[in-house]
T-cell receptor
């Protein structure tokens, strides 16, 4: 059973399009995240949700809109895609109590052409 | 804010060599510390962790000791294998008191093991 699964794994799209990435976790965790990994492998948090409530929004352009229909799902919708949005996007989850580790999905490699 | 500094690679070693990847951190208090590994084309996996000073985390032959005196959490392995080739990330919680703030990662160290 995959703990954190995200789809699609690869996404190639043209500039200006709108796309979504879906994420689901079956670990019973109460917090989910989106991270962005750039071409140099640097990882930065974008959003976190705790029990469907937005907690962190790290100066991400408002073209990026996360949505959490329930605490097991966190989707990421991106409007008007730009070349600079090309990256690998990782979904993760954790249980909120001091210092517990996060579990990551396999990543979605987004390429904007 | 809290931060993590780790040696940047690539680090290239021969099989069976001894590995050290340095990691130092700045943080308020004494947060848990983590090492994650990312194999080619995959997501991040937790490799090991330590939750308090002097704790030693270990897994798959890798070890790291939480040293509050030197604010370090260096990753070591006595004899590396080709299958250890990956990118290794040192990390700590963004919120030292716990919560939903996620993790701060180092820049990652690309390890290449040659047969």
């Amino acid at each position: 059973d995959t703990a954190v699964s995200q789809t699609p794994k690869y996404l190639v799209t043209q500039m200006g399009n709108d796309k979504s990435i879906k994420c689901e976790q079956n670990l019973g965790h109460d917090t989910m995240y989106w991270y962005k990994q750039d071409s140099k492998k640097f990882l930065k948090i974008m959003f976190s949700y705790n029990n469907k409530e937005l907690i962190i929004n790290e100066t991400v352009p408002n073209r990026f809109s996360p949505k959490s229909p329930d605490k097991a799902h966190l989707n990421l919708h991106i409007n008007s895609l730009e070349l600079g949005d090309s990256a690998v996007y990782f979904c993760a989850s954790s249980q909120t109590s001091g210092g517990t580790e996060a579990f990551f999905g396999q990543g979605t490699r987004l390429t904007v052409v | 804010g809290d931060s993590v500094t780790q040696m940047e690679g690539p680090v290239t070693l021969s099989e069976e060599a001894f590995l050290t990847i340095n990691c130092t951190y700045t943080a308020t208090g004494y947060p848990s510390l983590f090492w994650y590994v990312q194999y080619p084309g995959e997501g991040l996996q937790l490799l090991l962790k330590a939750t308090k000073a002097d704790d030693k985390g270990s897994n798959k032959g890798f070890e790291a000791t939480y040293r509050k005196e030197t604010t370090s959490f260096h990753l070591e392995k006595g004899s590396v294998q080709v299958s250890d080739s990956a990118v290794y990330f040192c990390a700590l919680p963004r919120d030292s008191g716990g919560g939903a703030d996620g993790l701060t990662f180092g820049k990652g160290t690309h390890l290449i093991i040659q047969p």
